[in-house]
């Protein structure tokens, strides 16, 4: 099957983080490939740059001008009159994307999917510590030397980067809303975009859901969302919602964290993890993002926060 470009097509991709209203454009064998990022349609994307270059396109196709769900699409749209593009090569595009990682993507279902990591009660709380690998994508919990969580994460885009450094933990809020990045809300019509930068007259601003928030620097956390195999996120660290519970109960005020472009639990504990493969599902129900506590955004884990070891 291919796909031509003289009548306007939208190509729905699910991803999930916010993002500005942004054209980029990526060159392709002399053929140019425009993403916007347009928040009349969008909830949950960021850098539609780095979705491109990575050729990753996971979607479902709609002619012409139909507006979208707004929870979890934006539109790619391809400007040059009888763009010829063969699906086969963007599965094989999204194929080299996903044999760097140790899971592949299956397009279904609502996220978040059944991802789980096991997490130990500590015997003494005081002797937590957090370390966090940007190389490798994952954060360690540990007890002195003993892992009591190993667990993915998603990471800041260049531009945006996750610190590095040593850290504290300075406050703990299970039921945090983004204040930059969320929807516009009027009766029963939800838009994405901005803090600040209503679409109309009579919305009023819901942040989208970041759950189980542990801040450890002005303006930086980690919490629960999408763990993308690419760094995907404005400089927080995000966390699989059935696992950032476990971090959540993991840590206090004070627990010791270091960030750095490496460590050497890469090479051992951290060498072979799953990773969620359930990044690009499709968002749950509006409702549930924009009503309620945002920690019942997502379902809660079936299994005990802290196992005894």
Same mark, same amino acid.
């Given at each position: 099957?291919l796909?031509?470009s ?5 190509i729905?991709?699910?991803?999930r ?12 064998d002399?053929r ?7 928040a009349?349609? %969008? ?5 539609? %740059? ?18 979208v ?7 790619v749209?391809?400007t040059?009159?009888r ?11 999204f ?28 015997q003494?709380?005081?002797d937590?510590k957090?370390?966090v ?38 406050? =703990?809020?299970?039921? =945090?809303? %983004?204040?930059?990045?969320?929807? @516009? ?22 942040g989208y859901?970041?759950?189980? @928030?542990v801040?450890? =620097?002005?303006?930086?956390g980690?919490?629960a969302g ?43 504990i ?6 969620p ?19 019942? %955004? ?7 926060l802290?196992?005894?070891?």
């Open positions: 099957m796909l031509q003289k009548e306007r097509y939208q729905h991709l699910s991803v983080s916010l993002c500005k209203n942004e054209t980029h454009n990526k060159e392709n002399g140019t490939l425009e993403v916007r990022c347009d009349r349609y %969008s909830s949950t994307a960021q850098h539609a %740059s780095e979705i491109a270059s990575l050729s990753l396109f996971p979607f479902r196709l709609a002619k012409n001008a139909i507006r769900q707004y929870s979890d699409k934006f539109l749209c391809m040059r009159s763009l010829l593009t063969p699906l086969v090569a963007i599965t094989a595009g194929a080299l994307l996903t044999s760097c990682t140790t899971t592949t993507n299956p397009i279904t279902g609502t996220f978040p999917g059944n991802y789980n990591a096991v997490a130990y009660k500590p003494n709380s005081g937590v957090v370390k690998s940007l190389q490798n994508r994952m954060i360690y919990v540990m007890e002195g030397d003993h892992p009591l969580l190993v667990t993915p994460c998603t990471i800041g885009v260049p531009g945006k980067g996750t610190p590095t450094g040593g850290y504290r933990v300075t406050q =703990k809020i299970k039921d =945090k809303r %983004s204040a930059s990045y969320g929807f @516009w809300v009027k009766g029963n019509e939800v838009i994405a975009g901005e803090a600040g930068r209503a679409p109309g007259s009579g919305f009023h601003y819901v859901p970041m759950p189980y @928030w801040e450890f =620097k002005p303006e930086y980690f919490h999408a763990v993308w195999p690419v760094a995907h996120s404005h400089g927080c660290v995000r966390i699989h919602p059935n696992v950032a519970p476990k971090f959540f109960a993991l840590v206090h005020d004070g627990t010791p964290i270091t960030i750095a472009s490496s460590l050497p639990e890469d090479q051992t951290g060498a072979k993890v799953d990773r493969n359930d990044y690009a599902w499709k968002d749950p129900a509006g409702s549930a993002l924009i009503s309620g506590p945002s920690s019942g %955004s997502f379902p809660p884990p079936k299994e005990p802290l196992v005894t070891q």
